[in-house]
């Protein structure tokens, strides 16, 4: 069986519990597990989503630079993959080239 009561702390930082009436007398364990431990967790969660959204904006970054190795892009872009800076009509007359 657990029990689980939230209470406010007093400024003297006693407190008395109300124990229910289903639980058994004689001796017992109790537990004290103060919310600071769950408030650090969700801290710690909120830091590590924050910590992978920099690391995933850093490799989107990358990419868009041209910096990051992509090669399901560069198949797909095929002749212009490794072209580097050019220009639409440089990229038609290259498509062309095996026609003429």
Not at 51 to 73: D, F, S, Y
Request: charged content about 30%; hydrophobic content about 35%; proline content about 5%.
């Amino acid at each position: 069986m657990t029990v689980t009561q939230t209470v406010d702390i007093p400024a003297s930082h006693k407190l008395t519990i109300d124990v229910p009436s289903e639980v058994p007398e004689g001796k017992t364990i109790v537990t004290f597990s103060p919310a600071e431990e769950k408030a650090t967790d969700e801290a710690n969660k909120a830091l590590q989503r924050k910590e992978e959204m920099k690391l995933l904006k850093q490799a989107l970054e990358e990419i868009r630079n041209g910096k990051a190795h992509t090669p399901l892009a560069d198949s797909l872009l095929g002749v212009a993959a490794n072209l580097g800076d050019i220009t639409l009509e440089q990229i038609r007359d290259e498509r062309l080239s095996k026609y003429l």
